[in-house]
């Protein structure tokens, strides 16, 4: 029986789209900017059922690209080459909350929000957030590694995750769903499948740490007058608080004119104009007192000119308007030129600095767009096409991203930060690695997928591509 029927008898209507039309949600990113065209798309209910279909396509030389809430933002599953597509939408079953050993285990295809209220129903908290939280699921930021707004206080997902359950490309399961905190009997395999872009194998379920509920949450929008005041500002902020800064987000001017310009109910928070501002928020009972003697401090030392704090729920929410609207409007000035490096905290602000001047260089009818988690050091240096013509935007994305990778390698840096790697990075990825390190990677998606069927392609180059090379 061909791959088609055996997985559509295996999966029911419920369980299996081959229809063109059902397909195109999943064969396109959320951008719209990449397309690929699946065979079709696999959505097992069970992690049984999930085998099967990894089992039928492994015997039918068929690649698997899997998908979760489909919102990253490097084209790491889309489908390329009429591979299966297999989603993991209906693999939502939150498995257990326990309070008492401060975790949660969650099927990978939970969507982030429902897992943040699965941790607050019994009191505890689940720290991970970021714009995309209502789609993106737990599969998926396990895969990417992801990071968001508040990192800087609880790390990124890798920081997050206790243990995994994952299918390898030859359907085995590997039950990794450790709750210990401690455990060094051989290598941490988890790591090896978190950021691993689904190249390696497909995640399941994860065991993820909580942690006591925020209290009290304090949060001020600042005018500052440069990135080195406002990474100064940092170091000021996590002294005074005893480091209970949560969040340390950074945007500049143009997207504060962009997100009040183009998204609905954004007021400006400040009344004069600042060309960086700063989205700060401390949690601690007395969050408010420490946050004004931290503003305090960096203003006497002038590293802020201006401060809002949030007297009610309500301004914070309209802080966070700004900061996520931005990204909502981007593409209300046209085409995106989108980069998610990370430097060393002391090199921030000469990244920014010479970011922002090879993009005026190169396009000065465009609007360099910089925000980001600059607690983290890690900087999305955004470029709107607005008065460029679109031929020549596109035509110089390239040469201005190998630019702009360049200025973050040359302080140290990296490409990405939190979004991976993905199709569209790929190539820059394997000609900025060192060989050795590459070589490694190489060998172990050699050794976990001998084939090349777990999402081919993406992080690496096929492997044909690599053999040739090597
Ligand atoms: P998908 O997009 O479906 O997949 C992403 C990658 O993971 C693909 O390579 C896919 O093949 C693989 N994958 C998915 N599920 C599995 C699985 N179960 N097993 C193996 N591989 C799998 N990211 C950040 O880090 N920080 C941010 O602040 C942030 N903000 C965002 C804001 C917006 C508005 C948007 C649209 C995106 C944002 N992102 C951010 C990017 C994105 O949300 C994350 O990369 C997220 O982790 C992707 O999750 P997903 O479920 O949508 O995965
Ligand atoms: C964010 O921090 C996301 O909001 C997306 O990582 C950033 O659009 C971007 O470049
Ligand atoms: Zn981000």
């Known amino acids: 029986m061909a791959l088609l029927e055996r997985l559509r008898d295996l999966l029911g209507p419920s369980g299996f789209v081959a229809d063109g039309e059902d397909r195109a949600p999943f064969e396109r990113d959320w951008t ?51 591979s299966l597509l297999l989603s993991t939408k209906r693999l939502d079953a939150i498995r257990s909350v326990d309070p008492r050993d401060w975790s949660v285990t969650a099927e990978a295809g939970v969507v982030l929000a429902d897992l943040q209220a699965a941790a607050q129903s019994v009191d505890r908290f689940f720290p991970l957030r970021l714009g995309s939280e209502g789609s993106a699921t737990i599969g998926g930021l396990v895969s990417t590694n992801a990071g968001g707004t508040r990192a800087v206080r609880y790390g990124v997902m890798r920081d997050l995750v206790l243990g995994l359950e994952v299918v390898l490309p030859d359907g085995r399961l590997w039950n990794g769903l450790s709750r210990l905190r401690k455990d060094v009997t051989g290598y941490d395999l988890r ?40 990474m100064e500002f940092l170091d000021i902020a996590r002294q005074k608080s005893c480091d209970a800064i949560v969040t340390f987000e950074i945007m500049s001017k143009p997207c504060i004119d962009l997100a009040a310009a183009h ?13 960086w501002h700063v989205l700060v928020e401390i949690a601690a009972h007395d969050g408010a007192a420490r946050l004004e003697s931290c503003l305090v401090g960096a203003m006497e030392r002038g590293v802020v000119a201006d401060a809002v704090i949030a007297q009610s729920l309500a301004d914070a929410a309209g802080f966070w308007r700004i900061r996520e609207g931005v990204v909502e409007a981007q593409p209300r000035l046209g085409l995106s030129i989108k980069h998610d490096v990370s430097v060393p905290l002391d090199a921030v602000a000469a990244f920014c600095e010479r970011a922002e001047a090879e993009m005026r260089r190169r396009l000065p009818a465009s609007i360099p767009l910089f925000l980001g988690h600059c607690g983290d050091g890690n900087i999305h240096a955004n470029l709107a096409q607005a008065r460029t013509p679109a031929d020549i935007f596109t035509a110089s994305t390239a040469r201005l991203t190998a630019a702009i990778h360049d200025i973050a390698e040359a302080l140290g840096g990296s490409i990405s930060a939190e979004h991976g790697i993905g199709f569209k990075k790929r190539d820059e990825f394997l000609a900025r690695t060192d060989p050795v390190e590459f070589d490694l990677m190489s060998r172990i998606k050699r050794a976990l997928d001998p084939a090349d069927k777990m999402n081919p392609g993406v992080l690496m ?3 044909q591509q690599r053999e040739a090379a090597e």
């Open 32 to 82: 719209g900017v990449y397309r690929g065209e699946a065979l079709a798309v696999a959505m097992p209910s069970a992690v049984d059922e999930l085998r099967a279909v990894v089992r039928l396509a492994a015997e039918a030389g068929i690649a698997i690209v899997p998908q979760g809430g489909n919102t990253g933002m490097c084209a790491g599953a889309v489908p390329r080459e009429r």
């Open 191 to 230: 790591h090896l499948f978190i950021g691993a872009e689904g190249t390696l194998g497909i995640v399941t379920a994860a065991t993820l740490r909580l942690y006591p509920a925020e209290p009290a949450i304090a949060s001020a929008f600042c005018g500052v007058p440069s990135v080195a005041s406002a």
């Open 263 to 275: 998204v609905d109910g954004v007021r400006r928070p400040l009344a004069g104009e600042h060309r």
């Open 461 to 463: 180059p096929p492997m």
